[in-house]
């Protein structure tokens, strides 16, 4: 199997349209409604990068992707400038609308700057997975035609499935205060 | 859960300490992208191994056939202390054919619908294949050099429509 798809990073001019709104139109922005438009951008900015961030993981610990520094540095980037445009809005301006109104969304904005803030400061680079299985595998032709057998095989003598209750599933709090009870 | 395993002994072979560090270092990783993982426990209150159930995609070499949606497990491992445990004659009472048992009951009912489990395992490994060939899964001509380290591991299958 050989990495040859390289992930796309985000788009670049919603980002910079972001981080310039905030710069020109401060002023306006001190409108509740400006304010709550401005957060419902960096929300969906928020979604976007992240879950590029995500995918682009994914497809590098699935060895779909090789990992490109370039690449990191463009998702790395994109987060660290929507961090700073948000935490800066957020102190000065969503704060100061917050005195006079109930600003939708502020909260939410709130918990998803600390949580890329987290990310961004424990950050490490995309790893392939170190478990075979994960990782998408490109059958050969002796592979193909093998897999096929077994389970054309188990067409006519299916393979009988595991019999029995299932297991009783708990969480690990509630298996240790079992265990400790006992 | 990480604490909670770090110290655990899965076996002294490089292939066993794969599964340590995976539990360790990796699982939270692949939780995100889907993995389930479980720790098992005895009666006694001891966590006794772990395993896990993931996703993937095998791709035929003809391009226009579908790829395989695969049901994998990643990764397994009984502590070494509860080996061949608990003791008696029959082999599928043993906690590694009940963790084993476990995680085929549950394969189908991925998100993807399955309809094979797959694993890897190192070739040396002979107590785990013994294990999957008792659980019916059959090796096929799939070997997977691990680039890291240049070793082969055997691919191994079984039907979970």
């Given amino acids: 199997m050989t990495p040859t798809k390289r992930a796309r990073p985000a788009s670049q001019s919603q980002l910079n349209a972001y981080v310039e709104s905030w710069q020109s139109d401060h002023h ?25 961030d995500k995918f682009h993981r994914e497809m590098i610990f699935r060895g779909v992707s090789g990992y490109f520094v370039a690449d990191s540095v463009v998702f790395r980037d994109g ?23 109930s600003v939708n969304g502020a909260d939410r904005l709130r918990e998803c700057a600390s949580e890329v803030a987290e990310y961004l400061s424990n950050w490490t680079p995309p790893t392939i997975s170190a478990a075979l299985g994960l990782r998408e595998f490109q059958l050969d032709d002796a592979a193909a035609i093998e897999f096929d057998r077994v389970m054309g095989e188990a067409k006519v003598n299916p393979t009988p499935m595991p019999l029995g209750p299932p297991m009783e599933e708990l969480s690990l709090a509630d298996f240790r205060s079992r265990s400790e009870s006992k | 859960m990480v604490e909670e395993v770090r110290h ?3 076996g002294v072979e490089p292939y066993h300490r794969e599964m340590s560090h995976w539990l360790v270092c990796e699982a939270a990783t692949a ?16 966590i006794i191994g772990f395993g896990s159930l993931g996703e993937s995609q095998w791709n035929y070499p003809d391009k226009k056939s579908p790829p395989i949606k695969v049901a ?14 608990p003791k008696g004659p029959d082999a599928s009472e ?19 619908r399955p309809s094979a489990l797959g694993l890897y395992v190192y070739p040396a490994n002979l107590g785990a294949i013994k294990l999957y060939e008792r659980h019916h899964f059959r090796r096929f001509h799939n070997k997977y050099k691990r680039e890291e380290t240049g070793d082969h591991y055997h691919g191994y299958v079984r039907d979970i429509s």
């Fill in chain 1, 28 to 52: 306006d922005a001190m409108r509740c409604a400006d304010g709550e438009d401005f957060i419902a951008v960096g929300l969906s900015l928020y979604d976007l990068f992240r879950g590029q």
């Fill in chain 1, 79 to 101: 987060l660290t400038a929507w961090l700073n445009t948000t935490q800066s809005v957020l102190q000065t301006q969503i704060i100061s609308l917050e005195r006079n109104y």
């Fill in chain 2, 8 to 10: 655990f002994d899965f």
């Fill in chain 2, 31 to 46: 939780m995100g992208y889907g993995t389930k993982v479980w720790l098992y426990g005895n009666k006694s209150g001891d």
């Fill in chain 2, 72 to 85: 994998i497990i990643p990764a397994i491992g009984l502590r070494q202390e509860f080996w061949g445990c």
């Fill in chain 2, 94 to 112: 043993r906690y590694s054919s009940q963790i084993m048992s476990h995680l085929i009951a549950l394969a189908p009912q991925l998100p993807s």
